[in-house]
C-alpha cells in the first residue's frame, strides 16, 4: 500500500488566497485525520471523518478553514482567505478499528507558507 | 476525556546510554497507548502500541513501553542509544470506544557522538 498520499507537499501563496491541502487516505479505512503542526501550539486536531461524516470539527480554527470528504478515498482541507498565521504543517491521517485499536498512519505532510 | 502528559520537551543522551521519555496519561475508561516518531521533515510514524495485551511492549528499532497502571505511566525505552534515534517523540492516548486519540506536545531526543 502506498501509505496516506498528501499534495501538495509544499505550498508557498500570498495572504488572501485561498489554499486547498488534499488527502488520500489507506484504502479500506473508515476514519480520517486533519492535523496541524506549528512550533508554538505542538500538534493540533483540526477535524475527523468516519465514513465520510464529520464527527468532531472543534478544532477547525475559524470560519476560514472547511473540509469535505466527497469519498472514502478524497478529502480536501481548504483555508480561505489564508492568512500568514496559518502557516504550519497540515498532515492527514487515517485509520480503521480493527482488532488492536485505533493507530493513525500519517501522510508526509503539506508545509503551508503563507506570505 | 483522555490525555497524556510527556514529561520533558527535550531530552539529550550519548550514544549508547539508556533512552528514558516519559509518558503519563489520563483515562476515565481502558486506554489505548501509543507512541509515534516523527523524523525532520516528515510524518508521525507509529513506534508501538498497547491495546490491553501484555503490558511490555516491544516496537521497532528497539524500543520498547511498559504500561502501569497503578503509576498512569507508559514510558518509552530503549537500552542504547543510536544516533539515528534522534527525533520528535510523541505519546498518544485514545480509548477503547472511539477513536478521539489525543497526542502530547512531543519530546525531542538528542544523541549525543
Known amino acids: 500500500d502506498a501509505g496516506v498520499i498528501q499534495s501538495p507537499r509544499h505550498e508557498v501563496t500570498e495572504m488572501g488566497q485561498e489554499v486547498t491541502l488534499r488527502c488520500k487516505p489507506i484504502?479500506?479505512?473508515?476514519?480520517l485525520f486533519w492535523y496541524r503542526q506549528t512550533m508554538m501550539r505542538g500538534l493540533e486536531l483540526l477535524i475527523y471523518f468516519n465514513n465520510n461524516v464529520p464527527i468532531d470539527d472543534s478544532g477547525m480554527p475559524e470560519d476560514r478553514f472547511s473540509a469535505k470528504m466527497p469519498n472514502a478515498s478524497f478529502s480536501t482541507l481548504k483555508i480561505q482567505p489564508s492568512e500568514p498565521r496559518d502557516s504550519a504543517v497540515y498532515f492527514c491521517a487515517s485509520s480503521f478499528r480493527g482488532t488492536s485499536g485505533y493507530e493513525q498512519y500519517f501522510g508526509p505532510g503539506t508545509r503551508l507558507t503563507v506570505t | 476525556a483522555q490525555s497524556v502528559t510527556q514529561l520533558g520537551s527535550h531530552v539529550s543522551v550519548s550514544e549508547g546510554a539508556l533512552v528514558l521519555l516519559r509518558c503519563n496519561y489520563s483515562s476515565s475508561v481502558p486506554p489505548y497507548l501509543f507512541w509515534y516518531v516523527q523524523y525532520p521533515n516528515q510524518g508521525l510514524q507509529l513506534l508501538l502500541k498497547?491495546?490491553?495485551?501484555?503490558?511490555l511492549v516491544k516496537g521497532i528499532n528497539g524500543f520498547e513501553a511498559e504500561f502501569k497502571k497503578s503509576e498512569t505511566s507508559f514510558h518509552l525505552t530503549k537500552p542504547s542509544a543510536h544516533m539515528s534515534d534522534a527525533a520528535e517523540y510523541f505519546c498518544?492516548?485514545?480509548?477503547?470506544?472511539?477513536?478521539?486519540?489525543?497526542f502530547g506536545a512531543g519530546t525531542r531526543l538528542t544523541v549525543k557522538p
Open positions: 498518544a492516548v485514545s480509548d477503547v470506544w472511539n477513536n478521539d486519540m489525543r
Open positions: 484504502s479500506g479505512h473508515d476514519y
Open positions: 498497547y491495546t490491553s495485551a501484555a503490558t
